[in-house]
């Protein structure tokens, strides 16, 4: 069983703090996602990683997957109130009976008061 | 377009009922799931089809029955439920196994 271990779970900001989440594991993935979900809503992609070393920027958020696509991590600068949501880490299984599961992190809530 | 949509939206239903929640992707993806969100947690996956054929079932009970009637089209027959299958039921569908997977918004399921 592969496990994604994401921290901090409970993150509460004020607006223009900077802010890292991240998550771990012992398990090589074939690609990671991010996703952010609304309270009652369906999780929304916001990036997939998929090589090793790689670094995403979108806007204020930047995504790095390991070297050796085992682990994580999303940074936000300057965060925003409408950042707010439930941020998910998702690993997909690279082989064997994990391959193309997803293996989720328990999420981080992360809350940015005005 | 990387749309999901899922009806209904919302859905109180009885233990002795029968209901279906409804999933569609028009984004030629083959392959599509079911997961069962709870509040404050992540989703489960609950089933998995690629190529319109049952890939996985994650040991679902029997009262939870998937359907993918076409490429375009996934359904989850729902009978004899009990208060506890109370969640937000999402689907979701990858361009194939493996792939990044898109979610649609959920259907929050109340089961009295």
């Known amino acids: 069983t592969q496990l994604l271990e994401q921290s901090p779970q409970f993150l509460s900001i004020q607006e223009g703090e900077n802010l890292t989440v991240y998550c771990n594991s012992s398990?090589?993935?074939?690609?990671l996602q991010w996703y952010r979900q609304e309270p009652g809503e369906g999780p929304v992609l916001l990036v997939t990683v998929v090589t090793g070393g790689e670094v995403k920027k979108l806007k204020r958020l930047t995504f790095q997957f390991g070297d050796a696509r085992k682990d994580s991590s999303l940074h936000i600068t300057a965060a925003q109130p409408g950042d707010t949501g439930l941020y998910l880490c998702a690993g997909a299984g690279a082989g064997g009976t994990s391959y193309g599961k997803l293996t989720f992190g328990q999420g981080t809530i992360l809350t940015v008061h005005p | 377009d990387t749309e999901v949509t899922q009806t209904p939206k919302h859905l109180v239903m009885g233990m002795t009922n029968k209901k279906s929640l409804k999933c569609e992707q028009h984004?030629?993806?083959?392959?599509m799931y079911w997961y069962k969100q709870k509040a404050k947690k992540p989703p489960e996956l609950m089933f998995v089809y690629s190529y319109e054929k049952l890939s996985i079932n994650e040991s679902v009970p029997s009262r939870f029955s998937p359907e993918c009637p076409n490429s375009s089209l996934l359904n989850l027959h729902l009978h004899a439920l009990q208060p506890e299958d109370s969640a937000l039921y999402l689907c979701?569908?990858?361009?194939?196994?493996?792939?990044?997977?898109?979610f649609g918004p959920g259907t929050r399921l109340l089961v009295l």
């Open positions: 984004m030629g993806h083959r392959a």
């Open positions: 398990s090589v993935f074939s690609s």
């Open positions: 979701a569908s990858s361009q194939g196994w493996g792939e990044t997977q898109y």
